[in-house]
Every structure is written in C-alpha cells, then in structure tokens.
C-alpha cells in the first residue's frame, strides 16, 4: 500500500516521515511525523507531498493515520494510471521471472535507493519459515531489482523482489 500525505510545514527546516504505530493493534496503525532538522532556516511556509510504501492486509478497506491534528481513518482507493509501474512491481506482471516451484516471495522496498536495506526489508517480509526439522536449508534468490520513480513528488524507491526455497 502507497500512503500519500500533502501539507504545509511552518519552515523548510522540518522533515516528514510516516511510521509504524506503537500501538500494538490490528490492523496496523501509522503516525505522520514531522521533525526539526538541525540549523536556521527562513520562517516560510513550505508545501510537502510524502509518500511512503507499507504491508497492509489485502482486507481491510481503511487506515487509520495518527498525527499532530488528530487522526484520520483514510479509505483504500485503487492505484492510478500515474502509479502503473508502482502496481506493477509490487504485484507483478506475467513478463516477470518465475521464483522456482515452491518458493516464497516477497518484495522490500528502500527509499535511500540502498540494496542492502531493500533486501533486508524483503527477508522480513517473507512469511516465516514452515521447515519440518531445526537444521533445514534455505536458498533465497534475488529475482528482480528495480527502481520506482515519479509519479508523487519524493517518492523514489528501489525495490527488491527474492524468492526462498526450503530443503
């Protein structure tokens, strides 16, 4: 899921960033936060448009989004035109290749562009393991990286796709 959050910030010498509740509740809730960057910066409004990629189960038909205002319970609306390629890397197409028979997959995303950090967050995606005996062997397996541009105004992403076999 793409949330996509639009403001104004009272100087640019604010950062935005969406985060993961402490809450620990179902479905997963997320804070909008804003904060100071270290320096002087001229007092004017600035506009923001954030966005930020998150796992949120398929079922569920609304988010909620804690932030300095309150909280906002936000409809999930389909993916548009502009975000094709977004839709297409995290859900994939039938040009893509195949993980091998039996494989998990999952995708992780890194917005510093860093591989490291986008194939960590992939592993952690993946569903746990399933292996009948302590010392089972997993192969995990790069299948695709990629990079998502554009679209939303600061949202640049490389996105690692893995698939992982159990022996």
Do not use: C
């Not at 189960?57 to 205002?69: C, G, L, S």
């Not at 094709?84 to 039938?94: C, I, K, L, P």
């Amino acid at each position: 899921m793409l949330i996509v959050a639009e403001g104004e910030l009272p100087t640019p010498g604010f950062e935005v960033d969406i985060t993961k509740s402490l809450l620990r509740i179902f479905p997963q809730q997320f804070n909008l936060q804003r904060r100071a960057k270290p320096g002087i910066f001229p007092q004017h409004v600035t506009p923001y448009r954030y966005a930020e990629a998150v796992r949120y189960p398929e079922d569920q038909h609304q988010i909620t989004v804690h932030h300095a205002d309150g909280t906002d319970h936000v409809d999930i609306e389909p993916a548009g035109k502009e975000l094709a390629g977004y839709t297409e890397a995290v859900r994939g197409s039938t040009d893509r290749p195949a993980p091998p028979e039996g494989a998990e997959e999952a995708i992780g995303l890194s917005r510093t562009l860093s591989f490291d950090e986008a194939f960590a967050n992939a592993l952690a995606n993946l569903p746990p393991s399933d292996a009948t005996h302590a010392d089972a062997l997993a192969r995990v397996q790069v299948l695709e990286t990629g990079g998502l541009f554009g679209g939303f105004a600061g949202f640049h992403h490389l996105f690692v796709r893995v698939s992982r076999t159990i022996t």
